[in-house]
């Protein structure tokens, strides 16, 4: 079994068939120091914890991942507070930082007798042989060929589909301060200058979002101007001072999504960011990733050990539904953070329409109920 990629989704999945005894090569284009330390996520959905705590693969998030139960809402008509963990299916978060898991599910994947071939860049892949050729020219191949190389990578050029994209219009400044959180909830500021946000990562690291306009250089942005500019969006004046630091990443996110249909062919399959790009804005990216690798997993068990492929022919029909679902909400939360610019007719309707859905996640414990369910499930 080849798999492309050692991010979650390449390396949950090569855990799971090591543990079915399936022999597994991943092929990852970076360093180990390099992937070990790419700092993206965070939060990590009920689903996804159970997905790592049932295959013996959450012990470094069980004994150092904090869990988050609620999240805030600022805006000119105030603030309030949703504990999500008491509303919809009463799931939380688990706070661990991607590089942190990367990290575990690398060292669990070489005990369990897998292979990894690091700075190995694939340049292209046959879905038909389940072949895999190396920009050196060289060529592997197995039974299957599991693409899980990310947004950019090579496997989903092998397969044909349609592709549904998305360009939300909006850019965000991702920003990790080497400081500790400034409050317990994460918070989401909607301000005239745009949105931000805070989200706590570790006791002395915590990322901040602003929302820039598309095409920003990051490095204008120093360091004083990214934190008076906090200050204002989060209302500091009203609520109090962010606890700040040194921003040790600073990048900026353009807010795009996509979906390939299928996300199959022949004996390639596709997961996480490379089967379906989401927006950050709900946090659903490496959730989803976790998501479609169980399914894929057990599909592939099926198929190597039993020589029964019938769960493998539908995985794409099986996963679709939840991503698109995965998608409606972080569209809706896009929609819910980002207010138009401007003071034309336009702007005002628009501007009240997201008045209107903030009001109504404050008031209704229908909504919040609907809004607790979304943010946390996949
Ligand atoms: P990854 O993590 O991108 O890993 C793909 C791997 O494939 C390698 N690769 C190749 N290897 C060999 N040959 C080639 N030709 C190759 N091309 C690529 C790459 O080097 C890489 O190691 O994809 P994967 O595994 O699908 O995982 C997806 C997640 O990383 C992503 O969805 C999340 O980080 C998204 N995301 C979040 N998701 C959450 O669930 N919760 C969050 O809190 C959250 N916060 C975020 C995020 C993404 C962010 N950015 C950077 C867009 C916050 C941010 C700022």
């Given at each position: 079994m080849l798999i492309i990629g050692a991010g979650p989704a390449g390396l949950v999945l090569g855990n799971m068939l090591r543990a079915e005894g399936i022999h597994c090569v991943i092929v990852e284009r970076q360093s180990r120091a390099h992937v070990e330390s790419?700092?993206?996520?965070?939060?990590?959905?009920?689903?996804?914890?159970?997905?790592?705590?049932?295959?013996?693969?959450?012990?470094?998030?069980?004994?150092?991942?904090?869990?988050?139960?609620?999240?805030?809402?600022?805006?000119?008509?105030?603030?309030?507070?949703?504990?999500?963990?008491?509303?919809?299916?009463?799931?939380?978060?688990?706070?661990?930082?991607?590089?942190?898991?990367?990290?575990?599910?690398i060292a669990e994947?070489?005990?369990?007798?897998?292979?990894?071939?690091?700075?190995?860049?694939?340049?292209?892949?046959?879905?038909?042989?389940?072949?895999?050729?190396?920009?050196?020219?060289?060529?592997?191949?197995?039974?299957?060929?599991?693409?899980?190389?990310?947004?950019?990578?090579?496997?989903?050029?092998?397969?044909?589909?349609?592709?549904?994209?998305?360009?939300?219009?909006?850019?965000?400044?991702a920003l990790l301060a080497e400081a500790p959180p400034s409050m317990a909830a994460v918070m989401y500021a909607i301000h005239p200058n745009g949105f931000a946000g805070h989200m706590a990562r570790t006791a002395t690291i915590t990322r901040y979002y602003l929302q820039v306009p598309r095409g920003t250089d990051p490095e204008m942005w120093t360091d004083d101007r990214v934190w008076d500019e906090l200050h204002l969006r989060m209302r500091a004046d009203e609520y109090g001072e962010l606890k700040q630091g040194r921003f040790i990443e600073r990048r900026v996110v353009d807010m795009t999504s996509d979906v390939l249909d299928p996300i199959q062919h022949e004996r390639l399959f596709l997961a996480g960011d490379a089967a379906s790009l989401i927006s950050p804005s709900a946090a659903k990216g490496a959730n989803l990733?976790?998501?479609?690798?169980?399914?894929l997993a057990h599909a592939l068990a099926?198929?190597?050990?039993?020589?029964?492929?019938?769960?493998l022919a539908r995985y794409s029909q099986d996963c679709l539904p939840r991503i698109w679902r995965a998608q409606e909400f972080s569209h809706w939360m896009i929609n819910l953070?980002?207010?138009?610019?401007?003071?034309?007719?336009d702007a005002f309707f628009a501007r009240s329409l997201q008045r209107a859905r903030l009001e109504s996640l404050q008031n209704s414990r229908t909504h919040q109920d609907f809004f607790a369910e979304n943010y946390v499930g996949i």
């Open positions: 790419r700092a993206r996520a965070g939060f990590l959905a009920a689903n996804s914890v159970r997905i790592l705590a049932g295959n013996g693969l959450a012990a470094g998030l069980l004994a150092a991942g904090q869990q988050h139960d609620t999240c805030a809402f600022r805006s000119d008509r105030g603030q309030f507070e949703l504990n999500y963990g008491e509303l919809g299916r009463g799931e939380i978060h688990t706070v661990y930082p991607q590089q942190d898991l990367v990290r575990d599910l994947f070489l005990d369990r007798g897998g292979e990894i071939l690091f700075e190995t860049d694939v340049a292209s892949v046959d879905a038909r042989q389940a072949r895999i050729t190396l920009r050196d020219g060289r060529q592997l191949s197995g039974r299957y060929v599991a693409g899980c190389d990310g947004r950019h990578g090579v496997s989903r050029q092998a397969v044909p589909g349609r592709r549904f994209q998305r360009d939300h219009g909006v850019s965000w400044l990733a976790l998501m479609e690798v169980e399914l099926r198929a190597v050990n039993h020589g029964d492929e019938r769960l953070l980002h207010g138009p610019s401007g003071d034309g007719h």
